[in-house]
């Protein structure tokens, strides 16, 4: 079963999964730190649904067979799809890191969600705002379909500082309790440091004397 536009979706939306449609792809131009975040966000929110995405290799020739919807994740100095649709990057030139380039269209007969930015963190960060973007639809006989409208846009953090700083202040509701972050075990550590990256942050703050597990949070695969 193919996707696209219709399919559950509504006038002008793009249809990127449904049961029984082909599995979307998650692309990614280059294999850096920034976009391995960007697809597994992505992974994890298909799969959250039953559909197991297909990942190709990190950095391959953007050749897509069938028409699956495509999430691809590139860089200003790594944007071979971008270059063949002809996109204009021109804002990325002078921009942060942050910064990134948003298409969501119909291309080549296939739904294209495509993220392109100054750098991978730009790529992350791009990947984070389009899940705010989708929608699934429920129809009354519980099927549904993951939408998104067409989009075209420039994005650049506006703040230069954004930081957290996460504290065990849980201690005073005594030992155990779960509002302590150093009760949380690594898989939920993880998540909460995705979310503050997806919430924007750009500067977290640990404290090792009051959280041995500190060395966590030192992984270059999560910061």
């Not at 969501?104 to 705010?132: E, F, I, Y």
């Not at 979310?195 to 500067?203: A, H, W």
Request: with cysteine; proline share 6%; net charge positive.
């Amino acid at each position: 079963m193919s996707i696209g536009q219709g399919v559950g979706a509504a006038q002008g939306s793009l249809a990127l999964s449904a049961p029984g449609s082909a599995a979307p792809i998650l692309y990614t131009s280059v294999d850096a730190p920034g976009t391995a975040r960007a697809v597994q966000t992505w992974r994890v929110f298909f799969a959250d649904r039953g559909v197991e995405a297909q990942c190709p290799k990190a950095g391959t020739k953007p050749e897509f067979a069938g028409q699956s919807a495509v999430l691809a994740f590139e860089t200003e100095a790594a944007c071979p799809l971008a270059t063949r649709m002809g996109l204009d990057l021109s804002g990325l030139k002078d921009a942060r890191d942050e910064a990134h380039v948003l298409t969501v269209r119909l291309w080549n007969g296939r739904p294209l969600m495509l993220v392109v930015g100054k750098t991978a963190a730009g790529a992350d960060a791009g990947a984070a705002q389009l899940l705010s973007k989708v929608a699934c639809n429920i129809t009354t006989a519980g099927s549904w379909t993951v939408v998104c409208e067409p989009l075209e846009a420039l994005r650049q953090p506006f703040l230069r500082g954004r930081e957290a700083t996460l504290c065990p202040t849980g201690r005073v509701l005594g030992p155990g309790s779960l509002v302590n972050y150093e009760n949380w075990d690594k898989p939920r550590l993880e998540r909460y440091l995705r979310y503050l990256v997806q919430s924007g942050v750009v500067q977290r703050h640990w404290g090792r004397e009051a959280c041995p597990q500190g060395r966590w949070y030192r992984d270059p695969a999560l910061v």
